[in-house]
């Protein structure tokens, strides 16, 4: 399990400190901290939420279904989980779990999440003008991740908007692979705007000790605007990925058919072809075409002229471009 913990700095900046120092130190009330935790194991999260205070079936609500969204207030404390990108190279993504106390903030993770890393590197070398509190940290940390869920749908559009013009230039040019996965990164994003929306929404009506997100309403409006902006932009790419497949799927139905044209005519120019050879292929004693010499050339230039004529033919009617 890897653990990092800062303390809120008076120079509004993140100072990292040892985990037992913080835990002695946050007891009487010194100052206030930020403990994030790389891992889900039961057993050392139950020590360490037990070592904070936490009472045993709040500790249990908090360890079960670590992979769903939850917001659960109580009279001490306020526990909610959201899901965000873990890792923004492969898309990846994990739910963090939030337990908010009067002045120390923890969040546990199956996982290395890449955009709390950031942040805490982030807030160690430059300051916040309202990081004072755990619930100005809790504020920084959803308008990242929020900010960061933006970005990546920001990306994951250009990309479609790149194959739609590949599209347009030619339509062989996009795979199917390259469209499945658009729309498996666009449910992920999807995801994330459902189900942290109202996440985001129901933590604007907690005010006590343990977090209160309205002493920095015009910050935290801004990561729940981004939220919904995030849903309704889902909505549109959702759209364009569905005409780009369709498209796709057009485009492949086309071919099909151009295949099938092929061979409906190869078949009608062949059939009499293979009729007039068969009957001159069976073997009866008196055939009077064989005695003359030039039958031979005669019927191979009729077997041209019958070819020639069907294809002329599906030609005038339009069956080939």
Same mark, same amino acid.
């Given at each position: 399990?890897?653990?990092?913990?800062?303390?809120?700095? !008076?120079?509004?900046?993140?100072? *990292?400190?040892?985990?037992?120092?913080a835990l002695e130190s946050w007891?009487?009330?010194? /100052?206030?901290?930020?403990?994030?935790?790389?891992?889900?194991?039961?057993?050392?999260?139950?020590?360490?939420? *037990?070592?904070?205070?936490?009472?045993?079936?709040?500790?249990?609500?908090?360890?079960?279904?670590?992979?769903? +969204?939850?917001?659960?207030?109580?009279?001490?404390?306020?526990?909610?989980?959201?899901v965000t990108y873990s890792r923004?190279?492969?898309?990846?993504?994990?739910?963090?779990?939030?337990?908010?106390?009067?002045?120390?903030?923890? $969040?546990?993770?199956?996982?290395?999440?890449?955009?709390? *890393?950031?942040?805490?590197?982030?807030?160690?070398? $430059? /300051?916040?003008?309202?990081?004072?509190?755990?619930?100005?940290?809790?504020?920084?940390?959803?308008? $990242?991740?929020?900010?960061?869920?933006? #970005?990546? *749908? &920001?990306?994951?559009?250009? #990309?479609?908007? &790149?194959?739609?013009?590949?599209?347009? #230039?030619? +339509?062989? /040019?996009?795979?199917?692979?390259?469209?499945?996965?658009? @729309?498996?990164? &666009?449910?992920?994003? !999807?995801?994330?705007?459902?189900?942290?929306?109202?996440?985001?929404? /129901?933590?604007? =009506?907690?005010?006590? !000790?343990?977090?209160?997100?309205?002493?920095?309403?015009?910050?935290?409006?801004?990561?729940? $605007?981004?939220?919904?902006?995030?849903?309704?932009?889902?909505?549109?790419?959702?759209?364009?990925?569905?005409?780009?497949?369709?498209?796709?799927?057009?485009?492949?139905?086309? @071919?099909?058919?151009?295949? %099938?044209?092929?061979?409906?005519?190869?078949?009608?120019?062949?059939?009499?072809?293979? =009729?007039?050879?068969?009957?001159?292929?069976?073997?009866?004693?008196?055939? +009077?075409?064989? @005695?003359?010499?030039?039958?031979?050339?005669?019927?191979?230039?009729?077997? =041209?002229?019958?070819?020639?004529?069907? %294809?002329?033919?599906?030609?005038?009617?339009?069956?080939?471009?």
């Open positions: 399990m890897t653990n990092r913990c800062y303390r809120i700095g !008076d120079d509004k900046r993140l100072v *990292a400190v040892p985990q037992e120092t007891r009487r009330g010194d /100052a206030s901290y930020w403990l994030d935790l790389d891992s889900n194991a039961s057993e050392a999260l139950d020590d360490l939420l *037990a070592r904070a205070g936490l009472e045993a079936t709040r500790r249990q609500m908090c360890l079960e279904e670590q992979d769903v +969204p939850r917001f659960v207030p109580g009279s001490r404390d306020v526990f909610f989980q959201l923004a190279s492969d898309h990846s993504t994990a739910y963090v779990s939030f337990v908010c106390l009067p002045r120390l903030l923890i $969040t546990f993770h199956a996982g290395p999440v890449e955009s709390l *890393a950031t942040i805490a590197t982030h807030l160690e070398t $430059t /300051a916040v003008g309202y990081l004072t509190t755990t619930s100005a940290l809790v504020c920084v940390v959803l308008l $990242t991740l929020s900010s960061s869920a933006m #970005r990546m *749908a &920001a990306r994951a559009r250009r #990309r479609v908007d &790149a194959l739609m013009g590949r599209i347009d #230039r030619d +339509p062989d /040019a996009v795979r199917l692979s390259e469209i499945i996965s658009e @729309k498996s990164i &666009a449910l992920e994003l !999807d995801r994330i705007a459902s189900e942290n929306s109202h996440i985001m929404l /129901a933590l604007q =009506l907690i005010r006590g !000790d343990a977090l209160n997100l309205m002493e920095f309403e015009s910050f935290y409006q801004v990561a729940v $605007t981004t939220i919904e902006f995030l849903s309704r932009s889902v909505e549109h790419h959702w759209l364009h990925l569905s005409e780009l497949h369709e498209r796709y799927v057009l485009n492949q139905q086309e @071919k099909g058919n151009r295949r %099938l044209a092929f061979l409906t005519v190869a078949s009608w120019v062949f059939l009499p072809l293979t =009729l007039m050879t068969g009957i001159y292929g069976m073997n009866f004693q008196y055939m +009077p075409e064989l @005695k003359i010499w030039y039958a031979y050339p005669v019927f191979l230039l009729v077997l =041209l002229s019958v070819g020639s004529g069907i %294809l002329i033919y599906f030609k005038h009617k339009g069956w080939f471009v």
